[in-house]
């Protein structure tokens, strides 16, 4: 059944206050998932964010034989024989599926999977994944729309792979890939992400043996299932949510607290949003965020970590709708990712589009209550930030491609103050 938000704005009322604590971050669980096919024994998760992407995933393995329980602790054991074909219409529709791919045919020498989905941001093609597969011995035929991937011998060798292009989720597949392949991986022009790092941690705490996580150049010796021996693996907060929450505290905020993050991993919208002139307060787990009265506009550039990340974007293009002067947003990861300007200028906003990756907004101007349909997860939230500084009453319809990424939003921010109300249609 779908589902709706109707927001109330605040418009130059009262704003809000109080303590939003930050979930677990979505894009280290669904690596975690993926990360637990190339354990023998049981593994734990702590701090999983309960939304839709990781139920997805979850839902997703079961259908594959896994075993696994729970929701914010999650237990996942891995059976010794599993199918090794992604479910098509599940695996279709979820992106991150295909990091899945890399321990499948890494364990048991095959995988089978549609070309995956997600949000739709561009073409995100998975070439990197299939030439990163094939140095390491694998051959590949396409199949109904898919692929067929199967190791010779029932195993993957190690390999020198240099990346042509960076990408997060290539680095995780190919890294967990390399655990359980013979000998020793090096991928090169590796992204930085701090998940990636996250995943290797953990990896390394169960007995993996890699080197540079988080760095351009990642080490692997692979070769033996990894075994968690009772270990439990805390999620890392995530910084996307921290991220959101800043740029909603820096234009609705009286006073918000914003708890169990981790600053640290915000350094680029942080930079931002002090040079528009945002009053914050860091500490090492915390961040405190108040309204000003003017903004001054701020150019920005979405790059790869420890740049501006791709998935603040649409969401600091509704900031700088708020600040003084003219801005160039400029989306340099994705070539779809501005579908969200035309529902922002029907609320009033100046935003024109200067080709598929560049836009100019000019502000400050007053936003008024619409009815908005969410293109993807991040221009979701965008919209719930626009309806909440705008006047009037605005229906968010596809609600779905926030829960996907956002743990219950409304109920945590009506806490600190937002009318928000989820409607099932
Ligand atoms: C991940 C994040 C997503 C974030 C993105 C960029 C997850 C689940 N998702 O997505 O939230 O927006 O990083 O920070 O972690 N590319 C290729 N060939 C490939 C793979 C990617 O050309 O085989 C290109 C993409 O089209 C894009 C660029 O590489 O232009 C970077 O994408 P990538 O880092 O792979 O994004 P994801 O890992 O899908």
Redesign the pocket.
């Known amino acids: 059944m779908s589902e709706h938000f109707v927001v109330q704005g605040l418009a130059a009322g009262r704003g809000l206050k109080g303590t939003i604590p930050v979930r677990g971050a979505k894009?280290a669980a669904?690596k975690e998932l993926a990360a637990g096919l190339l354990f023998r024994d049981e593994v734990r998760f702590t701090n999983m964010p309960v939304i839709e992407d990781v139920s997805r995933l979850i839902g997703l393995l079961r259908r594959m034989g896994v075993l696994i329980e729970g929701r914010r602790t999650v237990r996942m054991r891995t059976p010794r024989r599993m199918t090794t074909e992604l479910p098509p219409d599940e695996a279709e529709r979820l992106?991150?599926s295909v990091v899945l791919t890399g321990p499948i045919l890494a364990r048991w020498g095959s995988v089978t999977f549609p070309h995956p989905g997600g949000c739709l941001i561009?073409?995100?093609?998975?070439?990197?994944?299939l030439e990163g597969f094939q140095k390491m011995g694998a051959r590949i035929r396409e199949k109904n729309g898919g692929y067929e991937i199967t190791a010779p011998g029932g195993a993957l060798k190690g390999a020198n792979i240099f990346f042509r292009?960076?990408?997060?989720?290539?680095t995780e597949t190919l890294m967990m890939a390399a655990v359980l392949a013979r000998g020793t991986t090096v991928l090169e022009n590796a992204?930085l992400?701090p998940?990636i790092a996250s995943l290797a941690a953990f990896l390394n705490a169960c007995g993996a043996d890699i080197r540079g996580a988080g760095t351009p150049t990642v080490t692997v010796k692979g070769g033996r299932l990894l075994s968690a021996r009772g270990a439990v693996w805390r999620t890392p907060p995530d910084r996307i949510e921290t991220g959101s929450f800043l740029i909603l505290g820096a234009l609705a905020g009286d006073d918000i607290l914003i708890t169990r993050c981790n600053p640290a991993e915000c350094k680029a919208v942080i930079a931002v949003l002090e040079r528009a002139g945002v009053p914050l307060e860091t500490s090492r787990r915390t961040i405190r965020i108040r309204r000003a009265k003017r903004y001054r506009a701020v150019d920005i550039k979405t790059h790869?970590y420890p740049g501006f990340?791709?998935?603040l974007q649409a969401l600091m293009a509704v900031f700088l709708s708020q600040a003084e002067g003219e801005a160039l947003v400029f989306e340099t990861?994705?070539e779809g990712r501005l579908r969200y300007v035309d529902e922002l200028v029907k609320m009033g906003a100046s935003l024109n589009v200067c080709d598929p990756h560049r836009i100019i907004v000019r502000g400050p101007t007053r936003l008024a209550g619409a009815e908005l349909e969410s293109p993807d997860l991040r221009a979701g939230l965008a919209y719930l930030i626009a309806a909440l500084v705008a006047d009037g009453e605005s229906v968010i319809h596809t609600v779905y491609n926030i829960d996907r990424g956002y743990e219950r939003i409304e109920e945590r921010l009506r806490k600190v103050g937002a009318d928000i109300q989820r409607v099932k249609e």
């Open positions: 894009n669904l992106r991150a561009g073409a995100r093609p998975v070439d990197l994944f292009t960076q990408s997060v989720t290539g992204a992400e998940e790869e990340p791709t998935d990861i994705f």
